[in-house]
């Protein structure tokens, strides 16, 4: 009888301790956004839906944001403004850049308009050297340590972008790659890719703010040779969240298709209980028609979907396109925040005085050293001009764009600092 007693006392241990762990791990999970079939799901269990903007041009820099028709991508921006005033003030340039392209102020922002979230893209260039594979900079970490404690005070959702991958994931201006997805073609790339997010990942498993991450931006775009290469996406994409999972098993993971992210047919079942699946479009009807084929894959496999790119357009587009989204249940996040002398953003600064000189050179011909040396502005004054980039750009010199606002059925605010 005691025997019995004692199995059936230790039975109930065992089983006390079993809830308190499943207990405990379930408590742990509720910290952090998660899926629930197609839906996706805020720490308390209630379903989350994503009303965001990208952070666009921070990070990433990008040729038609600054008016440049061929400097297109960050390292052609770079280069123009290294021949402009030369390697250090360039440096010292794009520190300054980044600190006052995005402020606190402006995350403070987003969240007075009444959004909830935000896409960060970035580039592998902000955090390893090309000069070796195990060379880390802290540049990368530091803005992305920034923004997230930004937005963990206001209150906003992060998911962070891979925008530009070692090698190229797109072959185009918008990954600074060298006009093909060279990421596809290279084994020491894709382990440097894996590295990155594994790394990135560690450093934020612990932060609830970051909902997930978003691993490459637009893959193999439709000019390359999408036959051979698009077979070679969802592997990668796995390899990818093997490293993630290895050090971080809170965060979603944003998986998109191939094309400019509108191709889902390259997918398989997914392969992890915490996938999300994103698509971009731009330019296209605001008609059913249009997300048919993500609510069908939605349907197919019981997960959700989310439209992590759109805009560039008529505020009555926008206002078209993010209603269609809404009908549909499908969360949206539009580009972007902030441009120079537009309206087709949230906010917008005035072109800067003399900025019609750097268009010039940067749009010129400038095909050898002589014809750099015809067409360079002085030294001091594209120093000038460039310096009155950084003061335009500044947050108290930015104005909100009404009718974009409304597109998102936002309503306008009378702006106040963080700190306000």
Known sequence: MKIVTMRVRLAFSFGVLAL????????????????????????GGAPLFLRGINLGNWLVPEGYMFSFDSATSPRLINQVITE???PEEARRFWRAFRDVYITRDDIHTIRQLGLNSVRVP?????FLADEGPDLWLSDGFEMLDRVIGWCEEEGLWVVLDMHCAPGGQTGDNIDDSWGYPFLFESPAAQERTR?????????????????????????????????RLNPLLEPLYRRIVEAIREVDRNHLIFLGGAQWNTNFKIFGPPFDDKMVYTFHKYWCDTTQSQVQEYLDFRDRYNVPIWMGESGENTDQWVSGFRKLQERNNIGWCFWPYKKMNSPRCLVTFDRPEGWAIIEEYANGTRAGFASIRLSRPPIDTARKILGKFLEAARFERTRLNDGFIYALGCSPVRRTPADG
């Not at 998660?34 to 996706?40: A, H, I, S, V, W």
């Not at 997010?197 to 612990?206: G, L, M, S, T, V």
Request: aromatic share 10%; charged share 25%; no cysteine.
């Open 122 to 126: 970035f580039t592998w260039r902000l």
């Open 20 to 43: 308190l762990v499943l207990h405990a791990v379930a408590g742990e999970q509720t910290r952090f956004v998660t899926t629930r079939g197609k839906e996706l799901v805020d720490p």
């Open 195 to 227: 590295t990155l997010w594994r790394e990135i990942a560690k450093r934020y498993a612990d932060r609830p703010t970051v909902i997930g991450y978003d691993l490459l931006n637009e893959p193999i775009a439709p000019f390359n040779d999408t036959a």
């Open 84 to 86: 402009l005033v030369g």
